[in-house]
């Protein structure tokens, strides 16, 4: 029998619950969120309602011990489930670690967005097996806070981490900790855990993979040259090793072993805790009596909302004296989609000019036999700071 039963003569239905260790059952309308149904029908108002769109994090509870937006959960879809609030973790040790840590880090104010994010931060404490400040932001960063900036929450939430595992308290792992849909496990089903990444090339986004346009004209276009200290042939058999090529290139990854004229991979850019990947497949030509190739093609982001194609012709020339190369780019591309407000022709030449200096000084290495470099992460915001001193050095020296 179902534990969503509707009462006899109105649009309410009985649902069963367990809450905070205690099974109950509480009357619902059908379109109710659990965190109405916490507050209003079991007046347990830790659970603090903010946005009421899943953006803000206040309501987070535990749903089947996963953390979960109350305000986005219709209470009849909990029919059966353990439900923990803030109220039903006064006992929880970890809870009473971060509640210790939160105090001492000043990492609290008005109060109002706490109770969510202590139960985010449980969780954190629970997953991470280090305190790895860049994963906690990102594991907090679905819960807002307009007091305190963030610092002394994370400082809490390593601290406990740190603690923790100095004891040689282990992070859960296995079929109890899985990924997957928040409730799947309602009414005694099962998670089936995702693999987790193991490489670089793995954690980019299983987006689907852009399909080339037969007939492509660029939006914009611009010319990059680049000048290395290595004779002409040796550059441009380097330019023709894909992975050596990957790994000069900031942000860049394989996804896929590259076939002669194919390739396929991601680009990863950072911006604190902010990661977007775009994940793409390219064709690639070369003629070896000209040296000079050709590389079209395309590339979403992993939620397909912005788009980008693009072609890159270049050309590997004798240099400004003997022994050197001239790399001579022409390069075209369309973005579209939400990043296309960020992606002004000015900036983006200026943009590339940075990253291409980058890209030639990983090539240097190279050649020059000292050790490959680890794949670079794309930091758009150093570039931007960079962009942003040599034009004010450029208007003071007209001024």
Request: aromatic share 4%.
């Given at each position: 029998?179902?534990?969503?039963?509707?009462?006899?003569?109105?649009?309410?239905?009985?649902?069963?619950?367990?809450?905070?260790?205690?099974?109950?059952?509480?009357?619902?309308?059908?379109?109710?969120?659990?965190?109405?149904?916490?507050?209003?029908?079991?007046?347990?108002?830790?659970?603090?309602?903010?946005?009421?769109?899943?953006?803000?994090?206040?309501?987070?509870?535990?749903?089947?011990?996963?953390?979960?937006?109350?305000?986005?959960?219709?209470?009849?879809?909990?029919?059966?489930?353990?439900?923990?609030?803030?109220?039903?973790?006064?006992?929880?040790?970890?809870?009473?670690?971060?509640?210790?840590?939160?105090?001492?880090?000043?990492?609290?104010?008005?109060?109002?967005?706490?109770?969510?994010?202590?139960?985010?931060?449980?969780?954190?404490?629970?997953?991470?097996?280090?305190?790895?400040?860049?994963?906690?932001?990102?594991?907090?960063?679905?819960?807002?806070?307009?007091?305190?900036?963030?610092?002394?929450?994370?400082?809490?939430?390593?601290?406990?981490?740190?603690?923790?595992?100095?004891?040689?308290?282990?992070?859960?792992?296995?079929?109890?900790?899985?990924?997957?849909?928040?409730?799947?496990?309602?009414?005694?089903?099962?998670?089936?855990?995702?693999?987790?990444?193991?490489?670089?090339?793995?954690?980019?986004?299983?987006?689907?993979?852009?399909?080339?346009s037969a007939s492509?004209?660029?939006?914009?276009?611009?010319?990059?040259?680049?000048?290395?200290?290595?004779p002409p042939e040796?550059?441009?058999?380097?330019?023709?090793?894909?992975?050596?090529?990957?790994?000069?290139?900031?942000?860049?990854?394989?996804?896929?072993?590259?076939?002669?004229?194919?390739?396929?991979?991601?680009?990863?850019?950072?911006?604190?805790?902010?990661?977007?990947?775009?994940?793409?497949?390219?064709?690639?030509?070369?003629?070896?009596?000209?040296?000079?190739?050709?590389?079209?093609?395309?590339?979403?982001?992993?939620?397909?909302?912005?788009?980008?194609?693009?072609?890159?012709?270049?050309?590997?020339?004798?240099?400004?004296?003997?022994?050197?190369?001239?790399?001579?780019?022409?390069?075209?591309?369309?973005?579209?989609?939400?990043?296309?407000?960020?992606?002004?022709?000015?900036?983006?030449?200026?943009?590339?000019?940075?990253?291409?200096?980058?890209?030639?000084?990983?090539?240097?290495?190279?050649?020059?036999?000292?050790?490959?470099?680890?794949?670079?992460?794309?930091?758009?915001?150093?570039?931007?700071?960079?962009l942003a001193r040599?034009?004010?050095?450029?208007?003071?020296?007209?001024?």
């Amino acid at each position: 029998m179902s534990a969503a039963l509707a009462e006899p003569g109105a649009s309410r239905m009985a649902v069963a619950l367990t809450v905070n260790g205690r099974a109950v059952r509480v009357a619902a309308e059908p379109r109710s969120h659990l965190g109405d149904v916490l507050r209003d029908g079991l007046d347990l108002t830790g659970t603090h309602l903010g946005c009421e769109h899943g953006v803000c994090g206040a309501c987070t509870i535990l749903l089947d011990g996963e953390p979960a937006r109350a305000c986005l959960t219709f209470a009849g879809a909990c029919a059966g489930a353990a439900i923990t609030t803030i109220e039903g973790l006064d006992t929880d040790a970890i809870a009473g670690e971060l509640r210790a840590a939160f105090n001492r880090e000043h990492a609290l104010q008005c109060g109002y967005c706490t109770p969510g994010m202590l139960v985010a931060a449980r969780d954190l404490v629970l997953r991470l097996p280090e305190a790895d400040e860049r994963r906690i932001r990102v594991g907090l960063s679905g819960n807002l806070c307009r007091c305190t900036g963030y610092a002394g929450i994370v400082r809490a939430v390593m601290a406990v981490i740190a603690d923790r595992r100095l004891r040689g308290i282990p992070p859960e792992s296995g079929a109890g900790r899985a990924l997957g849909p928040v409730g799947a496990r309602i009414g005694g089903g099962t998670v089936t855990p995702l693999p987790l990444p193991t490489s670089p090339a793995e954690s980019v986004a299983p987006a689907a993979v852009a399909e080339l346009s037969a007939s492509f004209v660029p939006a914009h276009s611009f010319t990059q040259v680049l000048d290395l200290a290595h004779p002409p042939e040796a550059v441009f058999a380097l330019l023709g090793d894909i992975e050596a090529v990957a790994a000069c290139l900031p942000g860049a990854v394989l996804t896929a072993r590259p076939t002669p004229d194919t390739v396929e991979g991601g680009l990863q850019v950072r911006i604190g805790p902010i990661a977007a990947t775009f994940r793409g497949r390219a064709r690639i030509a070369r003629d070896e009596a000209a040296r000079s190739g050709s590389v079209r093609g395309a590339g979403s982001d992993a939620g397909g909302r912005s788009a980008t194609e693009g072609r890159i012709r270049y050309r590997v020339e004798v240099g400004p004296t003997p022994g050197t190369a001239r790399v001579a780019l022409d390069v075209g591309y369309t973005l579209t989609g939400p990043l296309a407000q960020f992606g002004r022709p000015g900036l983006v030449r200026d943009l590339a000019g940075r990253i291409a200096a980058e890209f030639c000084r990983n090539l240097d290495a190279r050649l020059s036999g000292v050790a490959a470099p680890a794949p670079a992460g794309l930091d758009p915001l150093r570039l931007i700071l960079g962009l942003a001193r040599a034009r004010l050095a450029a208007w003071f020296g007209r001024a």
